[in-house]
């Protein structure tokens, strides 16, 4: 509990500071380098007081990142802060509505091209994927959990669609990610963070740009597939 609190107590007196040194400092540059080079820092500050190890492979396939989408599975809180700092990419979210409604947080967030996402509107929700589309074909990348939401279980769940319908229209490149450990450092449900490691692998990269409209059961079966073979 003390790892756990420490963690807490430092990103409760980092993020504000740093939240508003970022965006104006954003503002007045016009680039939004700042806010992740800040985040990264807190991120990887707070892995190492939790003592998060990471060990990872694949990460040569993030030689080139434009119009991609990173695909992980999802088992913890600990996932979104582990793949931050680990894969090095400046990468865009689909984030659910409520997280811009945290102080300074949310800020930073809608200055830094994340995209909410009402999940209660269909209509919302729609135009998200609208704008995510249009995020990827201007060259940027996405993080995108293809189940949703945390594994109740730890296993692999269903995927959603909607990520891999953006990915096609879009013409863009998915990165599978496994990763492993995560759930047993912070399972879901509790806020304790226990010391251990983390494994990531950045597997092959598929070309949804290759794959129709109508293939994207096709496409979705497959990023599946090699991250269940990954995780087994």
């Known amino acids: ?19 508003v040194v970022g965006i ?42 434009r119009n991609t989408v990173v695909m992980p599975n999802h088992v913890s ?70 189940e949703g939401t945390r594994s109740r279980t730890g296993a692999l769940g269903d995927f959603r669609k909607g990520a891999f319908v953006a990915a096609v229209q879009a013409g863009s490149r998915i990165l599978p990610v496994a990763v492993r450990g995560t759930r047993e450092l912070m399972p879901r449900g509790g806020f304790r963070i226990r010391r251990g490691t983390v494994e990531v692998r950045v597997l092959d990269p598929l070309d949804a740009g290759s794959y129709s409209y109508d293939d994207r059961d096709r496409l979705l079966a497959e990023v599946r597939s090699r991250i269940a073979a990954a995780l087994s």
Not at 26 to 46: D, K, M, N, P, W
């Open 1 to 19: 509990m003390i790892r756990s609190a420490l963690v807490f107590a430092f990103l409760l007196l980092y993020v504000p500071p740093a939240s």
């Open 24 to 65: 104006v400092i954003s503002h007045l540059t016009g680039s939004v380098g700042i806010l992740y080079r800040l985040g990264r820092f807190g991120v990887r500050t707070a892995l190492v007081l939790a003592r998060t190890r990471i060990v990872t492979s694949g990460l040569e396939h993030l030689a080139e990142t």
């Open 77 to 146: 809180h600990l996932d979104a802060p582990v793949l931050f700092e680990v894969l090095g990419v400046d990468f865009k979210a689909l984030v659910k509505a409520e997280l811009f409604r945290l102080p300074f947080f949310g800020r930073v967030l809608l200055r830094a091209g994340f995209i909410p996402v009402h999940r209660e509107d269909k209509e919302k929700a729609r135009l998200a994927v609208d704008a995510a589309i249009a995020s990827l074909r201007e060259g940027h990348c996405f993080l995108v959990f293809p």
